[in-house]
Nanobody
Framework: QVQLVETGGGLVQAGGSLKLSCVATGSSLSGYKLAWFRQTTGKDRAFVAAISWSDRRTYYEDAVKGRFTISRDSAKNTVHLQLNSLRPEDTAVYYC???????????????????WGQGTQVTVSS
């Protein structure tokens, strides 16, 4: 079992930055991939980025490449998502997710992740 708690959401103007954090407890994260998804009202959760805990390899959704950066702090069992150059269309609830032994083709599929945080709201004003 992995428990995830996100922090760091808020209200920011377009062009601004936020840093989201997700603390994981309850299990070793060796072999896990930690990911961020986002969800807007009436839509399914959409993949944003993921990181392999063991080798730090990262994966991004095309719309956020060059603006968002995912990283992990193994000493604190924490994964971060740095959001730069924010746009109004980035407004969403952002969720942290964890799954073990995921193959690359499943990384962007929310059903592949059994563990989820409660979400944190990011609102970007124009």
């Amino acid at each position: 079992q992995v428990q995830l708690v996100e922090t760091g959401g808020g209200l920011v103007q377009a062009g601004g930055s936020l840093k989201l954090s997700c603390v994981a407890t309850g299990s070793s994260l060796s072999g896990y991939k930690l990911a961020w998804f986002r969800q807007t009202t009436g839509k399914d959760r959409a993949f944003v980025a993921a990181i392999s805990w063991s080798d730090r390899r990262t994966y991004y959704e095309d719309a956020v490449k060059g603006r968002f950066t995912i990283s992990r702090d193994s000493a604190k069992n924490t994964v971060h998502l740095q959001l730069n150059s924010l746009r109004p269309e980035d407004t969403a609830v952002y969720y942290c997710a964890a799954g073990s032994r995921l193959i690359l083709s499943s990384l962007r599929n929310e059903a592949a992740y059994p563990y989820w945080g409660q979400g944190t709201q990011v609102t970007v004003s124009s």
